[in-house]
């Protein structure tokens, strides 16, 4: 590796068997045993298929990865991006030493601290203290360096209170804050972050990014980053690396990786919302269609700034449960998959007669001209992801176009996405 490659990965793929640990039989470990000892590839490696979730395959075996090539410099911070089943979290995974790839090779500089989800690296009968020095022990640290750095983790954590309880007793969001505050402060070279943010509340969060940026900006560190809140990737990453199938779709400058996965994902629009691969849910109740309906009461892919806007939810009503027990959660986000406006059907009053059919009614749509994605959960009775019966994101998609929306006699042009009445005098 170069003096600045911190990072190297070579043709690296992982292979998995469904529904089975190991190989499964003692035949084909006695083949794979046979071609090792005459300095042969294993068998199974030559079969397989590519991990697209969204199709029913015919081999026992699958590549989560295959062929990932890339490098990151000292001080980069990189951006995973891809769709659910791409293959970032087994990546992630595989640079953290959690596993092994099946073929390639990875190459690092430095320590790795790596973040993949809630509770990885604790020990749920040790205390945050415990935990602390456990994992800086792990990275190679001396008790004397994790006590220089510890009142800065619990104060970043705001755990203090709870520093000497065993972490089994934490919430999942102070698990997440110890763990992130661990992870970013203890003396790693590499900073390995998943979704796992998302346990977390919006004003932690954003502390996560702005210490994620002093990581990378202030102290030279690296840092790869996997999330679906584009804003956020876009905000604190310099590249990206955009996964689909498993396979490397684009590795580049951070505003080009985006703009490959967004023109990627507006492909999903074409496709009628019961045909897509990517719904998740256990169908009791299931969305057939979403449509868009004007003041006008006329089916629309656009509308005016502050017009009313319909939306009417088509279900098909498999296990014949009563509507008025759904919880609805849907919203817009923006082109970054930022999140922009939402309803919550437990938050208001919903009452339907009909057993097909709900409908969310917006009297003004207060939205500045811009393109905005849709995304609806719907569940049954508690918002507890066993009962989701039908969540999509991204969709639905409504342009909404610009207006003389204060009554001014000019028109309103796009900028931040919410509007609010509002008179200057």
């Not at 809140?229 to 990786?257: Q, R």
């Not at 207060?366 to 009962?387: A, C, G, H, V």
């Amino acid at each position: 590796m170069s003096k600045n490659i911190v990072l190297d990965v070579e043709n690296v793929s992982k292979q998995y068997r469904l529904g089975e640990v190991g190989t499964g039989s003692l035949q084909h470990d006695i083949k794979r045993w046979w071609a090792n000892v005459r300095g042969k590839e294993d068998p199974y490696l030559k079969i397989g298929e590519t991990n697209d979730r969204t199709q029913k395959g015919d081999s026992d075996y699958v590549w989560a990865l295959r062929d990932i090539n890339f490098q990151v410099e000292q001080g980069q911070a990189v951006g995973i991006i891809g769709r659910n089943g791409a293959g970032k979290s087994t990546l992630l995974k595989l640079l953290s030493r959690v596993t092994k790839p099946t073929r390639g090779s990875i190459k690092y500089k430095g320590r790795i601290a790596s973040l993949l989800e809630v509770g990885t690296g604790f020990h749920p009968e040790m205390t945050g203290r415990e935990n602390i020095y456990l994992n800086g022990a792990i990275l190679g640290m001396t008790r004397k360096e994790i006590t220089r750095k510890f009142d800065e983790i619990v104060d970043f954590a705001g755990v203090e209170r709870y520093i000497d309880t065993p972490v089994k007793r934490y919430s999942s969001g102070m698990y997440v804050r110890l763990a992130f505050a661990v992870a970013a402060h203890l003396e790693s070279e590499i900073l390995i972050v998943d979704e796992v943010l998302a346990v977390g509340d919006a004003e932690f969060q954003k502390k996560c990014l702005g210490k994620m940026g002093d990581v990378t900006k202030g102290e030279g560190r690296t840092v790869l980053f996997v999330s679906h809140n584009i804003g956020a990737v876009k905000t604190l990453c310099d590249s990206g690396v955009y996964m689909k199938n498993g396979t490397l779709e684009y590795v580049g400058e951070i505003e080009n990786t985006i703009s490959k996965y967004l023109i990627d994902t507006a492909g999903s629009f074409d496709e009628p919302i019961i045909l897509r691969k990517d719904k998740l849910g256990n169908k009791k109740v299931e969305v057939i269609d979403v449509v868009f309906f004007n003041n006008l009461n006329q089916p629309t892919a656009e509308i005016l700034s502050g017009d009313s806007l319909k939306i009417k939810f088509e279900l098909e009503n498999h296990d014949n449960l009563d509507l008025n027990n759904l919880i609805i959660a849907c919203g817009f986000t923006d082109k970054y998959e930022n999140k922009i406006v939402s309803w919550v059907s437990d938050e208001m009053n919903l009452v339907t007669k009909n057993n097909n059919e709900i409908t969310l009614e917006i009297p003004k749509f207060n939205l500045r001209p811009e393109n905005y994605f849709f995304t609806y959960q719907i569940s049954y009775k508690t918002t507890n992801p066993k009962d989701f019966c039908d969540v999509l994101i991204n969709a639905k998609t409504i342009s909404v176009i610009e207006s003389d929306f204060f009554n001014s006699g000019k028109k309103i042009r796009p900028g931040s996405s919410l509007l609010l009445d509002a008179n200057f005098y």
